[in-house]
């Protein structure tokens, strides 16, 4: 499917992933109309876009239906990415689940209810749990350990039945971890990678929970965006599920070294308590989604760090102001 020109909805989209996303498309020539409740999201992310006439925000929750009235008209492809994050999912359960799981149930619907071309779901290598063997291919159990995972995986299964009981053409992705500028280092949507730079910069330690050793297979945003374009494209797609990722395993404590290093901080690694439903081992095989669509990632792992790192340092708050949105322990 050609997606140049065509008008496509973003759930999320003001969001890390969502606003790159969004870029690609908008320099793609697409029509792109964004829907997201901005608990998470920043318009910031998008203000390049905002005096586009091929541009349209719309801030609504995914839960509401009077919502998609507008945000679904016309709309020929959905990237559905609107969703609550890990850490949320360990002290508000009820509302996680709700928006990602129920939140899917919801947004197929209606692009269902609109007769949309194609249905991209955003889903997380979360739904797998831990490694059981590496590297893992999209046959690996699914066992999630949290909340959140549990409900990406259902959100799998309704977009699943959407296709097969009712001919909705959807294909679900499973990012990897991703990096890169506009990710969240603030309270508990804070992440490994933006935490640590924030607080070396700040010279504070790198907080690491657990021993380091958990390992994880990190790509690089603008990758992991043109992965959803590439599977909206790729008509042979259809119906399936895919990997996505950089097929790189690395300890944490080893990222938390390189951004150490990249960062020139002299601060030290600390320890803290694990952080619950922590999984220990990801490492991704993503052969079939590579064959299929010819996807690479472009971006190298110290190449992304220091892309991000650079972005951090040039924000235009004082890095201090963005120390006090870092939480450390940031699921209670
Ligand atoms: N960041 C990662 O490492 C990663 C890895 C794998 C998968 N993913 C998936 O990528 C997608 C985007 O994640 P992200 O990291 O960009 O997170 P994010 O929090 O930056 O983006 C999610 C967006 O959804 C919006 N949102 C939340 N609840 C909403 C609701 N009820 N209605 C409308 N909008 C709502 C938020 O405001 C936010 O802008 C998610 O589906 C996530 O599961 C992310």
Redesign the pocket.
């Known amino acids: 499917m050609n997606i140049d020109g065509k008008n496509i909805l973003v ?8 606003s790159h996303l969004v870029d690609l498309l908008m320099r793609e020539g697409c029509r792109v109309r964004v ?7 920043k318009l910031e992310n998008l203000d390049r876009h905002k005096n586009s006439t091929k541009f349209e925000f719309i801030r ?4 509401k239906p009077a919502t998609f009235t507008s945000a679904m008209e016309n709309t020929e492809v959905v990237f ?6 890990v850490r949320h999912s360990i002290k508000h359960p009820f509302e996680n689940q709700r ?2 799981a129920e ?1 899917t149930f919801l947004v197929l619907k209606q692009a269902h209810k609109a007769g949309v071309k194609k249905f991209i779901y ?5 739904v797998y749990g831990s490694a059981e063997h590496v590297p893992m291919s999209e046959a690996h159990p699914t066992r999630p350990c949290t909340i959140y995972g549990a409900s ?1 995986l259902a959100g799998e299964a309704y977009t699943r039945a959407f296709y097969t009981t009712y001919g909705v053409n959807t294909v679900i992705v ?6 890169g500028p506009r ?2 280092h603030e309270h508990n ?1 804070g ?1 490994l990678i933006p935490k640590s730079i924030v607080r070396a910069l700040n010279g504070k330690p790198v907080l690491l929970f657990g021993d380091g050793s958990q390992t994880r297979d990190f790509t690089y945003v603008e990758d992991s965006a043109k992965s959803l374009v590439e599977a909206a494209r790729c008509d042979d797609a259809l119906g399936q599920t895919f990997n996505v990722g950089s097929d790189f395993e690395i300890a944490i404590e080893e990222v938390a070294k390189l951004i150490l290093k990249i960062t020139g901080s002299s601060t030290q690694i600390e320890h803290d308590k694990n952080r619950p439903g922590d999984i220990s081992r990801l490492h991704a095989d993503s052969t079939a989604f590579r064959k299929l669509t010819g996807w690479v990632p472009k971006i190298s792992f110290e190449e992304g760090l220091t892309r991000t790192f650079r972005w951090f340092n040039s924000r235009p708050e004082e890095l201090s102001v963005l120390l006090g949105q870092e939480k450390g322990i940031n699921w209670e």
């Not at 999320?12 to 969502?18: R, W």
């Not at 609504?60 to 839960?63: A, H």
């Not at 955003?122 to 979360?126: L, M």
């Open positions: 759930t999320g989209g003001a969001g890390f992933i969502g829907l997201d409740s901005l608990v998470n999201g609504g929750d995914i839960r559905h990415l609107a969703c609550l994050g928006v990602n939140g955003c889903s997380s290598s979360e990406k499973r990012l990897f971890n991703t990096y990710s969240h949507v992440e």
